[in-house]
């Protein structure tokens, strides 16, 4: 099993930046694919970021795109995002997740941290 524990969250105002990062233990989880996810009060979980188990490639969500990046070092157990040009729509509780295989649908995940509180004022 893996179990990731997410960081790294905080208030921040519009325009700046933070780095969130998912530390997870167990033997596996350098050849699972890693995700992030959010969710806003009142709204469903929405995809962020994927990244496969290597690291070579990765996909992000169209409201993401060319101001988040997810980056992954297998030799810590650790999956980051790093998030920059931030607004007030991506205040979110933000979470990681394992996968088995390449996706981006939510319930395709198997393990999920507790997620970490991202609050951008503007």
């Known amino acids: 099993q893996v179990h990731p524990v997410e960081s790294g969250g905080g208030l921040v105002q519009a325009g700046g930046s933070l780095r969130l990062s998912c530390a997870a233990s167990g033997r596996t989880f350098s050849s699972g694919v890693m995700g992030w996810f959010r969710?806003?009060?009142?709204?469903?979980?929405?995809?962020?970021?994927?990244?496969?188990?290597?690291?070579?490639?990765?996909?992000?969500?169209?409201?993401?795109?060319?101001?988040?990046?997810?980056?992954?070092?297998?030799?810590?157990?650790?999956?980051?995002?790093?998030?920059?040009?931030?607004?007030?729509?991506?205040?979110?509780?933000?979470?990681?997740?394992?996968?088995?295989?390449?996706?981006?649908?939510?319930?395709?995940?198997?393990?999920w941290g507790q997620g970490t509180q991202v609050t951008v004022s503007s």
Do not use: H
């Not at 690291?55 to 101001?67: E, F, I, L, Q």
């Not at 650790?78 to 729509?89: A, F, G, I």
């Open 39 to 111: 969710q806003a009060p009142g709204k469903e979980r929405e995809f962020v970021a994927v990244i496969n188990s290597s690291g070579s490639s990765t996909y992000y969500a169209d409201s993401t795109k060319g101001r988040f990046t997810i980056s992954r070092d297998n030799t810590k157990n650790t999956v980051y995002l790093q998030m920059n040009s931030l607004k007030p729509e991506d205040t979110a509780v933000y979470y990681c997740a394992v996968a088995a295989y390449w996706t981006v649908v939510a319930n395709q995940y198997n393990y």
